[in-house]
């Protein structure tokens, strides 16, 4: 409910606080005494359009702030959680406008955008009146306004039901699009990709064979130099002598005597063997190793056109020469998931076909549930309106099939309420039939009948009343009653039957200062309260009579 509205710089207001309760709030005063400035205030707290020119004169901005108490659950919670606000089930909306046009928006003290401030505003307060009156004159809330009494029913899901299918059919047709969708990019390429999983996998790369390859080549580049110091080598130990036999003939003669010399000669004789075995090893390895360099004739043009064709290769899928294994392997599971593609295209046509038949039987089952409540709905509102000087008038719900392409969340179905005021024309759309005070009247029927399944935590009534007194007044005034057991109500009225109703009765009043006017609100005690249902029944002299007149109404619905 709205718990406090504070105003600064509005018109004639400079300074106004204002701390609200539950039940029926009823808002009176003398035409002009600013009732429409405080309504106007809370509206621009609520995110309706700004207005440079609602800036108290010689102020420079003006300020708005409402606070709502709301239970947990309350849609308004989770709207503001998304934006990553703290609530404590205390939402406090603030609007600031300054002379340059500049509109600010806050929600407890963090900025956000104006169109926010309005969706949480939407979701917190419901505004009727002669003027302007969202509720019937958008047709997109009729829907709701019939769902909320399906909804009211014992065990009655099915909207919610119809939307967790939308959401399912929604996900399956976007699943079933994007692999549609990738199946026919992949088909354009699958020739290329046949293509170059083929040359990748004749070429058969290597990790780290570029590297081999690149020394290989160094290597072979310089192979003519490399023969001709290893024949040399070898021309200079064999035309010599031969060194291993000389060494091993040194041996022999040193080893005769070794036995002499106590030892002495060990050493040297093992120095002699290791020096015969090198020899011959390094000849050998002399031998061996230009044979293979001279056995290699186009190895190093070999070497060459195989760097040549890896890094033309890894040119062309922009990676390098060592990735290209990886490459092959990606190519080759894009080839295998272009095999699978088309069965899972398949599969998911038939997960799309299926949750679409289970949103249609949704949308068949709430549809039938509208037509049902629909029925009964009208009936009840019927009911009201007798009472509230529309006893001509007749309601209906009107539902209509909508065009596949405009199912979505909320159905196969348009909702929309039509109204005969007057006997013998037909019925039309409410939203052209119905007057302004109409139009408050029969929302104010439907509310009667919807009690107990509002989510908004305030209801704003202004002027419901108008035109209208005596016995049609006192069943207005009835039903504000009944409705505000059940939800937050504040009502604007020149009615002394709907004021003698109030829980709580506020005065809005002016008063001159030396300099300037201004606009105030008094909460009004029981003895308050009677002077002003007097006044509001005889006019600018109160009587005795019309004092009477206010006991008796406020003891008649006491």
């Known amino acids: 409910m709205l718990i406090r509205l504070s105003i600064r710089d509005v018109v004639v207001v400079d300074k106004l606080d204002v701390d609200f309760t539950s039940g029926l709030c009823i808002l009176t005063g003398e035409t002009g005494a600013g009732k429409s400035i405080v309504l106007d205030s809370l509206g621009l707290a609520l995110g309706s359009r700004s207005d440079s020119g609602l800036i108290r004169s010689g102020a420079d901005k003006l300020s708005v702030a409402a606070s709502f108490a709301i239970s947990s659950n309350h849609p308004a919670n989770e709207c503001i959680a998304k934006q990553g606000i703290a609530t404590d089930n205390v939402i406090i909306l603030r609007r600031t406008i300054s002379k340059d046009g500049r509109s600010r928006a806050f929600i407890n003290d963090q900025a956000i955008s104006v169109g926010l401030l309005r969706s949480v505003g939407d979701l917190l307060v419901e505004i009727h009146g002669q003027f302007e009156n969202h509720g019937l004159l958008d047709t997109e809330t009729h829907i709701k306004i019939l769902d909320a009494y399906c909804a009211s029913k014992p065990s009655n899901k099915k909207a919610l039901a119809c939307s967790k299918a939308w959401t399912i059919w929604c996900k399956a047709k976007e699943d079933l699009k994007i692999a549609q969708d990738n199946l026919a990019s992949a088909l354009t390429e699958e020739e290329s990709l046949r293509h170059s999983v083929t040359e990748l996998t004749t070429l058969a790369p290597q990790v780290g064979e570029e590297a081999a390859l690149t020394q290989k080549r160094t290597r072979l580049r310089h192979g003519e130099q490399i023969v001709q110091a290893l024949n040399e080598a070898r021309d200079a130990v064999t035309d010599n002598a031969d060194v291993e036999s000389l060494l091993r003939t040194a041996l022999t003669h040193i080893s005769k005597v070794a036995l002499m010399a106590e030892g002495r000669l060990d050493n040297l004789c093992q120095s002699l063997e290791r020096a015969a075995i090198e020899a011959g090893e390094a000849f050998r390895e002399l031998e061996h190793i230009g044979t293979v360099f001279a056995s290699d004739p186009t190895g190093l043009e070999q070497a060459e056109e195989r760097l040549f064709e890896l890094k033309s290769v890894a040119r062309k899928h922009n990676c390098s020469v060592d990735d290209l294994p990886t490459v092959l392997d990606l190519l080759r599971m894009r080839l295998a998931a272009l095999d699978n593609s088309t069965e899972a295209v398949n599969r998911l046509s038939t997960a799309e076909s299926s949750a679409r038949l289970g949103y249609e039987q949704e949308a068949k089952a709430l549809s039938k549930a509208r037509h049902d409540a629909a029925q009964t709905l009208d009936k009840l509102v019927a009911k009201e309106l007798a009472p509230l000087k529309l006893d001509k008038a007749k309601f209906r719900t009107v539902i209509i099939p909508k065009p596949e392409t405009a199912w979505n969340t909320s159905?196969?179905?348009?909702?929309?309420?039509?109204?005969?005021?007057?006997?013998?024309?037909?019925?039309?759309?409410?939203?052209?039939?119905?007057s302004g005070g109409e139009l408050a009247r029969f929302m104010l029927a439907i509310k009667v009948v919807l009690a107990g399944t509002q989510e908004r935590a305030a209801l704003i009534f202004d002027e419901v009343d108008s035109g209208i007194s005596g016995a049609t007044a006192d069943a207005v005034g009835e039903r504000l009653a009944k409705l505000s057991k059940n939800v937050q109500v504040l009502v604007v009225t020149h009615s002394p039957q709907v004021a003698a109703r109030a829980d709580h009765h506020w005065r809005v009043s002016k008063i001159s200062h030396a300099n300037y006017t201004s606009t105030t609100l008094s909460l009004l005690d029981a003895a308050q309260?009677?002077?002003?249902?007097?006044?509001?029944?005889?006019?600018?002299?109160?009587?005795?009579q019309a004092r009477a007149a206010a006991d008796s109404l406020m003891d008649a619905t006491s």
Do not use: C, Q
Not at 529 to 544: C, F
């Open 411 to 434: 159905g196969l179905d348009k909702v929309e309420f039509e109204a005969a005021i007057n006997p013998g024309l037909p019925p039309g759309p409410i939203r052209k039939i119905a």
């Open 529 to 544: 309260s009677r002077e002003e249902i007097a006044r509001m029944l005889a006019g600018e002299v109160i009587t005795d």
